[in-house]
């Protein structure tokens, strides 16, 4: 092809083509790159959330995306790394889940609707896909000051999330409810999981949801 062309259009087309050639080389190898990264993230994502923050070596890790650990530093500085954005791109997606769920109810039913989501036992049983906060809470708590800032921001998003569902409570009230929801329902799953798939399990998770939408409420006077 490459002499095809030379006879076509001399040197200069030649060239041009090589360059393209090139360009489209190096396109295809970033944006494979980036789809591998993303693929160990979501991958390390679900595995942690199994198996806690120090569960899984990076051997493991990889592993669970169907790559070795050969490659692992040339997309992450070091393990720690990879579950920093592993813990934070699952904060993301519990985030978007909620504003999502939000979106397709009216607004007076829209808060309740979060917690009794979230509280429910088909979040309690999946624990690889569900919220990051209850699995890895702790362990983030015991690591880097840059991990748990990150955890921080995050977590301050997940609560702003909340308090838009809160449209008519003052804005201090909406942020103390919602840090309060948020507090009790990732406890309640913690405690729900802890102690099986069984009457004492759904107790906990149905008393999580009657405490939060109680407390709701009480803020600003409602019946209950």
């Given amino acids: ?123 309690r049983d999946d624990q690889a896909h569900g919220c990051v906060l209850p699995a890895l809470a702790a362990d983030i708590g015991r690591s880097t000051k840059k991990a748990r800032c990150t955890f921080a921001n995050k977590l301050e998003a997940m609560i702003e999330v909340v308090v838009r569902q809160l449209p008519n409570k003052p804005p201090d009230a909406a942020r103390q409810i919602a840090t309060s929801a948020i507090a009790t329902m990732m406890g309640s799953i913690v405690l729900a999981r802890a102690v099986g798939r069984d009457r004492l399990s759904d107790e906990i998770l149905q008393a999580g949801r009657k405490t939060i939408t109680r407390h709701a409420h009480i803020e600003t006077g409602e019946a209950v």
């Fill in 1 to 123: 092809m490459i002499a095809e062309i030379a006879s076509r259009d001399g040197a200069s087309g030649c060239l041009i083509f090589l360059r393209q050639l090139q360009w489209m080389r190096m396109r295809y190898l970033k944006d494979h790159k980036v789809r591998t990264r993303k693929r160990i993230i979501e991958k390390a994502s679900c595995g942690l959330r199994r198996k806690g923050a120090n569960g899984l070596s990076v051997v493991a890790l990889m592993k669970l995306a169907g790559l070795t650990h050969g490659g692992f530093y040339s997309h992450f500085a070091s393990r720690e790394a990879l579950v920093e954005e592993a813990f934070a791109t699952a904060m993301e997606r519990t985030a978007s889940r909620w504003s999502k769920l939000a979106r397709e109810i009216p607004v007076e039913k829209r808060f309740d609707a979060i917690v009794t989501a979230y509280l429910s036992a088909r979040h």
